[in-house]
């Protein structure tokens, strides 16, 4: 049994993601709707993965103690999540890309919270990895950049820690 099994899936996840959001970005005056929305339906599964399967699968084995990073990372995918709903304007572009760069290293890294599973799953490896892959697909909204999404986006990005828009 390969022991990387959880932090393999998951990131490669994350690469096709990148994938998808340079595809998406590769003309910097044209946005790429097609390959956008596949960027955004896949990173809203991705994330859904993880807050609805990986971190409640990792707090069970912990005995019911959540990892002390969960919060920081639930913080991150609100961000993110956020940032999906607006048109993608180059500054809501840079936020998407600064946030998933440090975001994704905390996950993949030594001691980050793919390795963790791994280590902690053990025989349950198969059983988590399993119940990631059926994960359901998610539809995407519409875009919109009502005062309420901006204020909504300003103030998640803010409580992860990220500045977005007019100080
Ligand atoms: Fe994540
Ligand atoms: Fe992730």
Redesign the pocket.
Known sequence: MHKDRIAGFLAEDHARLDGLLRAATADPSHIDHEAYDRFRSGLLR??GM?EKILLPAIQRLRGGEPLPIAVK?RL??GALASLLMPTPTLAVLAAIRAILAA?NRL?EGTGGLYQTCDELAGGAADTILARLREAPEVAVMPHSDSPAVMTTVRNACARAGYAFGDP
Do not use: K, N, P, V
Request: glycine content about 0%; cysteine-free; overall charge negative.
């Open positions: 991705h994330i993880e990372l991150d995918h975001h996950e």
